[in-house]
């Protein structure tokens, strides 16, 4: 079954490859409209507002908090009753360093605050940090997405791999169209609503 959607769609495949057709030329509207710039990295507002952006084509949801508890595997992100205290708490992590903006990272993932399109809208996000803290954006062809995601994967736990796989792919062309493409090829890092679980509340 597929997620509900403004589309109207219920084939869960005919969904996914229609979300990444819209999801994509939205992510390129963001980035030639200079809608990122005025966007405060770091910050929730500013992820709720990418995600919105990408998604209210398709989700009523767009840019809202989820509703539903989601695990993926084993792994469950963070419960609904304490999603947002997570996210004030996120907020007011430092993102001064390379160390500490992939901390922040990371803990974003943790707390998945969306119900669907997490993966490309913090990508995003990711980026906007690294650019106004460290003049870079991370190069995502640069990086192999079984790695990527076995990385994201271990990296509540622990958080060297991904470091280390996101350092040797940050790239002074924090300007370029085709570089921040990359990071919402949705081809490339896969992320689909159907290898998740969730739980009406």
Aim: hydrophobic share 40%; charged share 30%; no cysteine.
């Amino acid at each position: 079954m597929a997620l509900s959607n403004k589309l109207g769609i219920t084939d869960s495949a005919q969904l996914a490859l229609m979300e990444e057709k819209i999801s994509k030329k939205k992510a390129a509207e963001l980035f030639e409209n200079g809608l990122l710039d005025g966007l405060k990295p770091g910050t929730f507002s500013s992820l709720s507002f990418i995600h919105k952006y990408l998604f209210e084509d398709i989700y009523d949801f767009a840019g809202e908090i989820r509703t539903v508890n989601i695990a993926k595997g084993n792994f469950r992100f963070a419960p609904v009753m304490y999603l947002e205290s997570a996210l004030e708490n996120i907020e007011k992590m430092p993102q001064s360093t390379f160390e500490q903006i992939v901390e922040k990272y990371v803990e974003m993932n943790i707390a998945h605050p969306f119900r669907e399109g997490n993966g490309r809208s913090t990508r995003i996000w990711l980026d906007l940090i690294f650019k106004a803290e460290l003049q870079r954006v991370v190069d995502w062809s640069k990086i192999d997405k079984e790695d990527y995601l076995l990385a994201m994967e271990r990296s509540p736990i622990r958080d060297t791999e991904i470091k280390h796989i996101l350092k040797e792919a940050l790239t002074d062309k924090k300007n370029s169209r085709e570089v921040y493409m990359k990071g919402i090829d949705n081809s490339y890092f896969y992320e689909g609503y159907n290898t998740f679980k969730a739980e009406e509340l």
